[in-house]
């Protein structure tokens, strides 16, 4: 619920202009709100002029004044970063300190999602990694072994190459112990997304995702998103080993920990496909 510090308020209608609800009225020279339509969205409190705003419920120790020299980034300094960041799956046997995963977290949990919903939720695994590795193996495998042709199906070619390549990764972890899956990452981020609160699932949870790869890459972290988890993660054994409810989805996950890859330069992608109307 929003609170708003009469005392500060100097009438000025900023949060009141800036509020997508229209939950915010100027009335008697002061900034007062209807409690009829908030999204709890924070837009209020970032544009006041004067901090007189709060909202119950929210840790307000986090709000952090605005500074170019703290906040600014250059446009070209995002763009190579994004060209530079590569998917690591060659990981050192060290260990991700929590506090950088604290950070990774929070840049998902700041994401925006829609209608402020914040439907994102994170699994973080690190002890049990083996077990997870083996477990979803074990799903892939069977998954394989079910596949059968479908000439119709436009992405045939790839469902039977996946089923090929997983039974050669389930093969060589339990005979020789190669982990082709997880590549011996020390931690993993499984990002959820609960479908009783979010129109859009997907979305909310892979921006989410996509802030925590740039975060950790800040953070010097090697990263990589594992899609063949997602495959397996609707396996009953795999979520109630990791206490997802029935309401969330797995998102995609994050496989994460030091490398000692280094590169020299960007690579190329294909022109964009653009509709300019």
């Not at 980034?73 to 990981?91: A, D, G, H, M, T």
């Not at 300190?97 to 977290?105: S, T, Y």
């Not at 030091?258 to 294909?270: C, E, Q």
Request: net charge neutral; with cysteine.
């Amino acid at each position: 619920m929003i609170s708003i510090n009469v005392e500060k308020c100097i009438g000025c209608g900023i949060c009141a202009q800036d509020c997508q609800c229209s939950d915010i009225k100027i009335i008697e020279g002061k900034a007062q709100p209807l409690f009829k339509s908030c999204l709890n969205c924070g837009h209020c409190i970032a544009v006041c002029p004067q901090n007189a705003v709060s909202i119950d419920g929210y840790d307000m120790n986090e709000v952090i004044d605005y500074s170019k020299n703290e906040f600014y980034v250059e446009p070209e300094n995002v763009l190579n970063s994004i060209k530079y960041r590569r998917s690591i799956r060659q990981f050192m046997d060290k260990s991700v300190e929590k506090e950088k995963l604290i950070k990774i977290i929070d840049a998902g949990r700041f994401t925006p999602s829609g209608g402020n919903r914040q439907p994102v939720s994170f699994v973080v695994v690190q002890d049990n990694m083996s077990e997870l590795t083996k477990l979803t193996l074990d799903v892939l495998n069977d998954i394989a072994c079910s596949y059968e042709p479908n000439e119709n199906d436009p992405l045939d070619s790839e469902k039977k190459r996946y089923s090929v390549m997983w039974k050669m990764m389930h093969r060589q972890y339990n005979k020789y112990g190669n982990d082709k899956l997880f590549y011996n990452a020390p931690a993993i981020i499984i990002v959820l997304s609960d479908k009783n609160l979010s129109f859009n699932p997907y979305v909310d949870g892979g921006v989410a995702a996509s802030n925590m790869q740039t975060m950790a890459d800040a953070l010097n972290l090697g990263v990589c998103f594992n899609g063949f988890f997602t495959f397996a993660s609707h396996d009953k054994n795999i979520r109630e080993f990791l206490n997802i409810s029935d309401s969330k989805v797995v998102v995609t996950s994050l496989l994460l920990g030091y490398t000692n890859n280094k590169y020299y330069r960007t690579v190329p992608r294909k022109s964009a496909e653009v509709n300019w109307k």
